[in-house]
Structures are given as structure tokens and as C-alpha cells.
């Protein structure tokens, strides 16, 4: 397994990817297959495109890309000492080898080497237990859960936010 920040020349295995995680796990994103299948390639491109504030990190298996996350900085003034952690998504043949724990790491070791970025936060459905277990067995922890966070076809799911805080 090889991982790597992505760049625009991986915008359309990025784009292939990304719509396979939301067609087969709808529940588990705030976007949508039916929003993002209409996004054109340079959409992808746009957002591969790393800045000093975010990056995309990919896990590829014999050249092939089969896991993603990303990272994005708030940049207001107040809130710049906190990152984002958006996109996770292993593709279903590749799960329980370790992909998204290596994915994580590296995001955070990469997350640490920002200056002034200090906790990392993200949401998960409260479903999820493989999604909250990965990130608990990383140091995150629960401060908020936000009651009936997403409506997917009139059903509703909790939304459980995790903070981990990498320095004080
Ligand atoms: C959640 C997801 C990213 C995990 O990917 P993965 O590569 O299979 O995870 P890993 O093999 O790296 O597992 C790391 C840890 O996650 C937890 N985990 C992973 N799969 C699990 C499962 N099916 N049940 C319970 N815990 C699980 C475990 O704590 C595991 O550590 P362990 O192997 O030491 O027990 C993957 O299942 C996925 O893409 N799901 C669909 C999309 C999604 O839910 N994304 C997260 C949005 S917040």
C-alpha cells in the first residue's frame, strides 16, 4: 500500500472513486451521488489542487486508487487553529487491511507538521461503527452529538462530532 497527497493529474480516478463511496454508502456523507455525479472534472481538479490549508490523501494498491481523506483548514481569523477531516472512504474489496488507519496517520502527521494547527475535528453518523471506531482507536473524542444531523429519503441520523487535539 502506497499513500500520497493527490494532485490534479488524479482528478478522475479521484472523481471515479468519490462517486462509488457515495452510491454505495449514501448514509454515511452529507453530499450525495445525485449532486456530485453532475460536478465536472474540474471540480475534482479544482479541489486536488493542494494549498498550505488543505490536502487530499490517497491510498493506492498497485498503482490503483482504493482509499481517500481529506484535510481542510478553517481560515477565519478565530478558528484557524483547527482542521477538518472530510471524504473518509475505502473501497469495500480493500476494508479491514488497515487502509483508512494508515490514511488517518498520515493525514494527521501531515496535520501536525502545519504551523498553528492545533485539533483536528470531524462528523460521523452515529451508525457508524466502523467509521467511530477507526477514529476512537486514534485518540478522537465525542464533544457533541447533533440530533437528526442528516435526512436521507425521510429518515433521519444523528451526527457525532470528534475533536483530537494535537497540541494545547
Ligand atoms: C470506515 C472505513 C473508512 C474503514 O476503512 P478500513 O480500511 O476497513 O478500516 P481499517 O482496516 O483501517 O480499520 C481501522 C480501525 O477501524 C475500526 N473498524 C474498521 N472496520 C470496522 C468494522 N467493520 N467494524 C468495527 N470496527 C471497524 C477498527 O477499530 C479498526 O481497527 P482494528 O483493525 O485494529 O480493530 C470503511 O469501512 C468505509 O469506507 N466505509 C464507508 C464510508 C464511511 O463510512 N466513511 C466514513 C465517513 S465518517
Do not use: C
Not at 494498491?61 to 477531516?85: E, P, S, W, Y
Not at 470531524?122 to 471506531?133: G, I, K, T
Amino acid at each position: 500500500m502506497n499513500i500520497r497527497s493527490l494532485s490534479e493529474s488524479d482528478a478522475h480516478a479521484y472523481q471515479q472513486l468519490r462517486l462509488n463511496g457515495l452510491q454505495s454508502s449514501p448514509e454515511a456523507y452529507v453530499s450525495s451521488y445525485e449532486q456530485e455525479a453532475k460536478f465536472p472534472l474540474e471540480f475534482y481538479k479544482e479541489l486536488l489542487k493542494p494549498t498550505p490549508d488543505k490536502f487530499v490523501l490517497g491510498a493506492f494498491v498497485n498503482n490503483t486508487l482504493f482509499g481517500m481523506a481529506t484535510f481542510m483548514r478553517d481560515t477565519g481569523l478565530k478558528d484557524a487553529h483547527k482542521g477538518n477531516i472530510y471524504g473518509m472512504y475505502v473501497a469495500p474489496e480493500l476494508r479491514g487491511h488497515g487502509m483508512a488507519k494508515a490514511l488517518m496517520l498520515e493525514l494527521i502527521h501531515k496535520a501536525r507538521k502545519i504551523d498553528g494547527v492545533e485539533q483536528l475535528k470531524l462528523a460521523v453518523v452515529s451508525e457508524n461503527e466502523a467509521a467511530r471506531n477507526l477514529y476512537e482507536s486514534l485518540g478522537f473524542e465525542v464533544y457533541g452529538v447533533e440530533k437528526n444531523a442528516l435526512k436521507h429519503n425521510g429518515v433521519y441520523s444523528d451526527g457525532v462530532w470528534m475533536a483530537l487535539r494535537l497540541a494545547h
